[in-house]
Antibody
């Protein structure tokens, strides 16, 4: 069965960086992309980025260009999302999602990132 | 920058039918935008319901269906159950960028 298991809660200071991991299992890692999505407290969903795990191609929203980087480690079937220059607006639950051909299906359990000033 | 709009809230009676819509500021939503729909209950990650407009995942109940309605993507729930009370989000794609709608809070009352 497909599983995406994310790393634990993070508390960061403004201006710092955070790196969240998403370990996948139950499917062929390189055959599916992975997206990252975040949700601020009480708010809606926002796409953070996507990586093609087979070729390493990435796409990011205009709003986060230059601050977000998504990478993979194929040896452990793990995807990472790093966000730098954190502000309080980045406080959110961050989710990884398996994404095949414009079809996000399985979601990780979420990682809470809190940014304090 | 594309803005995706959904009804903020809807109320439906148990056993009734309700349609949620998803509009784009960039024009009519089409199959080229690969519309997806998700359900989210409090404290849980979203759950995928519909992909590429009208395709159900293996776990999606038959009462959920996707379509287009007047230039918008639509999600219809027929024979609504109390457990369908949740937030619903649409997701559309433009040139490899994903845009979520603001979500619809569905109340079953």
């Amino acid at each position: 069965q497909v599983h995406l298991v994310q790393s634990g809660t993070e508390v960061k200071q403004s201006g710092a960086s955070v790196k969240v991991s998403c370990q996948t299992s139950g499917y062929t890692f390189a055959s599916y992309g992975v997206s990252w999505v975040r949700q601020a407290p009480g708010q809606g969903l926002e796409w953070v980025g996507w990586i093609g795990t087979g070729n390493g191609n990435t796409f990011y929203p205009q709003k986060l260009l230059g601050r977000v980087t998504v990478t993979t480690d194929a040896s452990t079937s793990t995807v990472y999302m790093e966000l730098k220059d954190l502000t309080s607006d980045d406080t959110a639950m961050y989710y990884c999602v398996r994404d095949w051909g414009y079809v996000p299906d399985f979601w990780g359990q979420g990682t809470l990132v809190t940014v304090s000033s | 920058q594309t803005v995706v709009t959904q009804e903020p809230s809807l109320t439906v009676s148990p056993g009734g039918t309700v349609t949620l819509t998803c509009a784009s500021s960039s024009g009519a939503v089409t199959s080229d935008n690969f519309p997806n729909w998700f359900q989210q209950k409090p404290g849980l990650p979203p759950r995928a319901l519909i992909y590429r407009t009208d395709n159900k995942h293996s776990w999606t109940p038959a009462r959920f269906s996707g379509s287009f309605l007047g230039g918008k993507a639509a999600l219809t729930l027929s024979g609504v159950q109390p457990e369908d009370e949740a937030d619903y989000y649409c997701l559309i794609n433009y040139y490899n960028a994903w845009f979520f709608g603001g979500g619809t809070k569905l109340t079953v009352l």
